[in-house]
């Protein structure tokens, strides 16, 4: 992880000013291989008593300070209560927890990620068999 201790103190200051639960770590900083080009990829997991009209509103506020505290403007930043299935999936497989402060809100959120993704994997799968059967047998 390339992140330093003095970003990750300053990372930490964000809990009291914003409604964070957790703040993640993913992509190419967690996999070891950055780049010129790497970004930030974070992802934030909001209180759940933040109604969604905010969501919007308190990304572009949290990802502005991310952008001063890396000095960069290579943050992605993503609302985890927001995203799709698939890219949560991603976000709590294979990303880093930076920070908590509500470790009994962060688990459940990353269990119910979890279910709706293995629900939701199943009708995929089932999809996918389908399309490759019928470009198999008419072609594309």
Request: net charge positive.
């Given at each position: 992880?390339?992140?330093?201790?003095?970003?990750?103190?300053?990372?930490?200051?964000?809990?009291?000013?914003?409604?964070?639960?957790?703040?993640?770590?993913?992509?190419?900083?967690?996999?070891?291989?950055?780049?010129?080009?790497?970004?930030?990829?974070?992802?934030?997991?909001?209180?759940?008593?933040?109604?969604?009209?905010?969501?919007?509103?308190l990304?572009?506020?949290?990802?502005?300070?991310?952008?001063?505290?890396?000095?960069?403007?290579?943050?992605?930043?993503?609302?985890?209560?927001?995203?799709?299935?698939?890219?949560?999936?991603?976000?709590i497989?294979?990303?880093?927890?930076?920070?908590?402060?509500?470790?009994?809100?962060?688990?459940?959120?990353?269990?119910?990620?979890?279910?709706?993704?293995?629900?939701?994997?199943?009708?995929?799968?089932?999809?996918?068999?389908?399309?490759?059967?019928?470009?198999?047998?008419?072609?594309?």
């Amino acid at each position: 992880m390339k992140i330093s201790k003095i970003e990750q103190s300053k990372i930490k200051t964000l809990f009291k000013k914003y409604p964070i639960v957790a703040i993640y770590l993913f992509g190419s900083r967690v996999r070891g291989k950055i780049g010129p080009l790497s970004d930030y990829d974070l992802a934030i997991l909001l209180d759940k008593k933040i109604k969604k009209g905010e969501y919007f509103h308190l990304q572009l506020a949290i990802l502005s300070e991310l952008n001063t505290i890396f000095s960069s403007d290579l943050v992605d930043l993503v609302v985890l209560n927001k995203a799709n299935s698939i890219l949560s999936m991603k976000i709590i497989t294979e990303g880093i927890v930076l920070f908590t402060i509500n470790e009994f809100e962060r688990i459940s959120f990353e269990a119910r990620v979890i279910s709706r993704y293995q629900d939701r994997a199943y009708y995929e799968d089932r999809y996918n068999k389908i399309m490759f059967q019928q470009i198999s047998s008419q072609g594309v």
